[in-house]
């Protein structure tokens, strides 16, 4: 049973925009913390983002503060990454993340050219 369907993902030029969006099941939306996480080729999977399921932002990884937003809708059960001032080093894959149940996304690739 698919639960969280990650999109939005792409090829863009250093400085670009991207706005990743997952698609949750409303069983594991409602009620939970979610989260964004990345893995590049040959590195360990980091945690990116974080958002309560209040819908507050609790969490960026250092390297994304200012350029990235975590949000998401409790109408549509739709998690969100919008990112901004693209830079190489976050090519990576893209994973939508539910902790308490564990729960992950399929991913979705992110390429940012220099």
């Known amino acids: 049973q698919v639960q969280l369907v990650e999109s939005g993902g792409g090829l863009v030029q250093a400085g670009g925009s991207l706005r990743l969006s997952c698609a949750a099941s409303?069983?594991?939306?409602?009620?939970?913390?979610m989260a964004w996480f990345r893995q590049a080729s040959g590195k360990q999977r980091e945690l990116v983002a974080m958002?309560?399921?209040?819908?507050?932002?609790?969490y960026y990884l250092d390297s994304v503060k200012g350029r990235f937003t975590v949000s998401r809708d409790s109408g549509t059960n739709m998690l969100y990454l919008q990112m901004n001032s693209l830079q190489p080093e976050d090519t990576a894959v893209y994973y939508c993340h539910v902790p308490r149940v564990s729960a992950w996304g399929q991913g979705t690739q992110v390429t940012v050219s220099s």
């Open positions: 409303k069983s594991i939306f409602s009620g939970n913390a």
């Open positions: 958002i309560t399921s209040a819908g507050i932002a609790n």
